[in-house]
């Protein structure tokens, strides 16, 4: 009865026409970033996080969730009719739905990511309602010592979870932690790290950080990338329906696909993107149809679509209730928040229930819209891909640079997201992920905070993080992943390569 009245409580804070308008807004600009290549969720979420800041915090919330798993939608598209990936999750539908394009099926796997994409989104919405108050309630016990320890957690995961290497994953969390540390100290009132540049004052900002890395970084490894040949296969209503036997093989995947990525996706550090690799690897291993696979399989289509929705959606379990970023994007939303004067963590249910709950309740209703908007725009949707790249880049751009001086009407803000701009494409150059820098720079400071109380409780005694069993295991647990990271065993565990 409790999980039904605070369902009724989200959908009263949800169903008006204001933020059912700002979710649906959001779905529709995420499908429009996630369907051109090289864009992606989090180059669209941190472009539009400026705009975010002029809502209130449920509203800009719905808003950037939108773009977030709106923007997985989308990315299935270009992966289908180009054999290019929208998004980093979106790869492994490239491995059976542009066979499928090649077949002259190319509507059908659009339509089957649809529905797949959308059972994947209910899903996680399910698993959310259900895990984030019980998780919520557990991690209420934990102190300043707990959550530093879970923090530093976290920002492990991230690090050997990468593809670029433990040690290059290290060094971008380290630089992380140190960007997020200049400024003015709150505690001492010390200026730290300015070299004497005043607009530093008050340190460096999220937005910039984020829109230098990743979507400045973006168009400029997009542009370099050069024109690629577009689909143009038509997209008739007769081309678009699946057939009987399409439909028979839909379910097994979709619910596999679905518990895969919601499992995934609570998991700090992996994200889309893992779930999406091992949801296809799995039902491939599981399929009687193993020899399709690679050859235009639906269930190729239907797994790793089903698998990145729900890790989409049960990614905001770690971030809401325990101020953890289940992704890189969420990292943007726990930053968000925190701007908004919300703190994300176990009290965020208790104390904003309101705000907690229509947001669980803005995912039902934005992957209905997204079913809506993605089976009967499916021909607009491929036109777009045929616009030149050389006109939407400059566009990007100058969106990035007004976002940017919009929130504190600073040149020098701009200038500097230009510069991280350049700094990302070099790390992209020198195989540096950007990701793990992100996440240091928003854990950090937070990180700094509950190291100062457990030291003071503690009267300057570092014992504290080891006497107290939950800090002591979780400390243990990130110590342990570096070890299977760095050492031999790491190799045949999903943590990347071991080696920088």
Wanted: aromatic letters at 10%; charged letters at 10%; glycine letters at 14%.
């Amino acid at each position: 009865m409790e999980l039904i009245a605070n369902l009724a409580l989200g959908f009263s804070a949800v169903a008006t026409a204001e933020m059912l308008a700002i979710c649906f807004l959001g779905v529709l600009m995420g499908t429009f970033i996630g369907v051109l290549p090289g864009i992606g969720p989090l180059a669209a979420v941190a472009m539009l996080l400026p705009v975010s800041f002029h809502l209130p915090a449920a509203a800009a919330l719905v808003l950037l969730a939108g773009v977030y798993y709106g923007a997985e939608y989308g990315g299935s598209t270009a992966a289908i009719l180009l054999n290019i990936p929208g998004t980093p999750s979106s790869a492994v539908t490239c491995l059976d739905g542009y066979p499928m394009a090649q077949q002259g099926r190319a509507g059908v796997a659009l339509v089957l990511t649809a529905a797949a994409s959308f059972a994947g989104g209910i899903f996680g919405v399910v698993v959310i309602a259900l895990l984030a108050p019980a998780l919520a309630g557990f991690a209420l016990r934990f102190g300043p010592a707990e959550y530093f320890a879970v923090m530093v957690l976290g920002l492990v995961a991230a690090t050997v979870v990468g593809g670029s290497g433990v040690v290059r994953g290290l060094m971008m969390v380290c630089l992380g932690l140190l960007l997020g540390t200049v400024g003015v100290d709150v505690s001492s009132g010390v200026t730290r790290f300015t070299a004497g540049i005043p607009e530093l004052r008050d340190g460096i900002g999220l937005v910039v950080v984020a829109m230098g890395l990743f979507g400045v970084a973006e168009v400029i490894a997009s542009a370099r990338g050069g024109t690629r040949s577009h689909a143009t296969q038509a997209l008739g209503w007769r081309r678009l329906l699946p057939g009987p036997g399409d439909w028979r093989r839909f379910p097994g995947p979709a619910l596999r696909g679905a518990g895969v990525g919601a499992f995934f996706g609570t998991l700090p550090g992996t994200g889309q993107t893992v779930a999406s690799f091992i949801g296809y690897a799995l039902e491939k291993r599981l399929s009687g149809r193993r020899a399709r696979f690679g050859e235009g399989a639906v269930e190729g289509v239907v797994v790793p679509e089903a698998a990145n929705n729900a890790a989409a959606q049960t990614a905001f379990i770690p971030t809401l209730t325990l101020g953890i970023p289940g992704s890189t994007t969420m990292a943007l939303m726990l930053g968000a928040l925190m701007i908004h004067g919300i703190t994300p963590g176990p009290r965020l249910i208790a104390e904003h229930p309101a705000l907690f709950w229509g947001l669980v309740v803005s995912f039902v209703f934005g992957n209905l819209f997204l079913l809506v908007l993605n089976i009967p725009l499916v021909g607009l949707w491929a036109r777009l891909l045929r616009v030149p790249h050389g006109f939407l880049y400059p566009l990007v751009i100058v969106l990035i640079c007004v976002g940017v001086y919009s929130l504190r009407l600073s040149l020098f803000d701009v200038w500097l997201t230009l510069g991280f701009g350049v700094l990302g494409y070099a790390m992209r150059l020198w195989r540096f992920e950007p990701a793990p820098l992100l996440i240091g720079f928003v854990l950090g400071p937070m990180m700094e905070e509950y190291f100062r109380r457990a030291m003071l409780l503690s009267r300057g005694d570092p014992i504290v993080f080891l006497e107290r069993p939950g800090s002591a295991v979780l400390l243990g647990l990130a110590a342990l992943l570096l070890v299977l990271a760095f050492g031999r065993v790491g190799r045949f565990l999903p943590f990347g390569r071991a080696g920088g």
